[in-house]
């Protein structure tokens, strides 16, 4: 099965579970608004890229982190754009979904995703429970308090903040998770594993900074300028556009050079850099390679 | 050491993990404040009483257990006061996390701590891994989609809701948890403590909706009338007040008979008189024993 077959039929399994007649109807439509279609799946491609690399001897636990980091991702998007946050209209080109639904259902998506996410770990590792303590632990750190993405949204609201702690805790940090959680999962030794995260993560943000200085809001699927128009800090404001991509390239080349030597090192440097062309703007990519 | 001191002392440290030097300092503050002084915290009583009547052979699993279950129950309260949903100024006698620091704030606490409260299950249980899988889905199931608190939540969104269905969602869900959980941690048979949990948990909404009924806002340290003003379905209209009274006497006979045979079985039924008390109308309880 391809990665995005697996991807997409584990967070389908995941999101069914919420479908049942005795379901809320309103929120279980929008959950399922929420997470499909998605967007590239950047973090669970690189949780099972990095599994594989290690043997992914449990697929099925594999795809349970892959599609829990996705739904974290995903909960965190919609929090994201409430209207006490970014007040975003659109979110992958189409309606927000606290405009869709309502801004009660979108904090209830939130809440729901991110406890569906540990579900699906704890389900996944029904016959590997030895795996769970890290996997969990691993992922729940990605995501909330001190370093998570939770964290890093709530740096947004304070006044004296480090660009690079931001970005670490904004999206280095589930970028990380996917990739630890990828050899977790695989039963193999998680740490070397982190680097390579985190160096995608902080090249997503700072690609992310770029877009969004330069893009039209028809091709990022939501509105453009969101980071100088919310003050938030960004790699653009503070190194300027040539400086941004200079450390975007230099960020993309240290997560190559990170990979450990194992089985599969060549075929991950192909997916990453497959990953990486879907987040860095165009004649970027190939120069780091 | 007595269940209040275990239980706040599982809650600091989970807390504390989240107020180190490079933590958002906003955030750490304001998720201190949501769990800090808290309520009766009768559902991580009732985890510790349920495991110690199956043996507590693994003490510091079952108190990450309890302190999870909490965690969840302040998330639910500092999200459900947002205004979104009830608009709430005060809670516990205090004033609501989003209007003492922020309605972003606020999402962010309830996020941060559903996050907290897996990452201490998944800590807690780091010498007994084997049971963590039960306790996650446990508690997740209880917590989210279809059938957890945040169902419960939506289920005021929705315009045809059966009582029973609402309130065992609602409330009933983390009850049962907190019964089940306890078993679990403990590693005894978790099924035939579910109904003990989910009668207590019914008991305490219908007690809420008589309390919301007749209670000033100086005696419950919320505003009164929240559920009429809010059209939310109640046991009080449904059932009228004697109907209500009535249904609370026979939940907390039917919680009491569920006890199954066990070696704590007297010293728990006294735990739950205790806690039937705090939360029970005075004269009520004292007749369903």
Redesign the interface.
């Known amino acids: 099965m391809d990665a995005t077959t697996r991807i997409e039929k584990a967070l389908e399994a995941a999101i069914e ?4 007649p ?7 439509a929008a ?1 399922r608004y929420a997470v499909f279609p998605g967007g590239a799946r950047i973090r669970p491609r690189l949780c099972l890229a990095v599994a594989a690399a290690c043997g992914d001897d449990h697929p099925h636990l594999t795809e349970a982190a892959a599609a829990s980091i996705e739904m974290l991702h995903c ?1 965190s998007l919609v ?1 994201d754009d ?1 209207p ?2 970014d007040d975003a209209a659109t979110r992958r080109g189409k309606i927000s979904v606290h405009k869709a639904y ?4 979108a ?2 998506v ?3 995703l ?3 996410a ?2 699906a ?3 996944g ?2 016959l590997v ?9 691993t992922i ?2 990605s ?6 993405i ?2 890093g ?3 947004e ?2 006044p004296n903040v480090s660009l690079s ?1 931001y970005h670490k805790a904004k999206t280095g940090s589930l970028f990380a998770a996917a990739t630890v959680a990828g050899a977790l999962a695989a039963g193999a030794e998680p740490d070397r594993w982190r680097l390579l995260g985190e160096r995608i993560g902080e090249a997503y943000q700072v690609a992310d900074d770029i877009h969004d200085l330069m893009s039209k809001s028809e091709e990022t699927g939501k509105p453009s300028g969101q980071d100088a128009m919310h003050g938030r800090p960004s790699a653009t404001a503070e190194l300027g556009y040539d400086g941004a991509v200079a450390r975007l390239q230099d960020l993309l080349s240290q997560a190559i050079q990170s990979i450990p030597p194992c089985p599969g090192a060549a075929e991950l440097r192909g997916v990453i850099m497959a990953a990486s062309k879907a987040f860095v703007p165009k004649g970027i990519a190939q120069r780091a390679a």
Do not use: Y
């Not at 579970?17 to 049942?20: F, G, P, S, T």
């Open positions: 579970r919420a479908e049942v005795e379901s809320p109807p309103k929120l279980a959950i909960a929090h409430l006490c946050f309502s801004e009660a259902q904090v209830l939130g809440d729901a991110i406890v569906m540990f579900e770990l704890g389900r590792a029904a429970p030895a795996r769970l303590p890290g996997l969990i632990t729940a750190r995501t909330g308090m001190p370093n998570g939770i964290a949204q709530a740096w609201s304070e702690a």
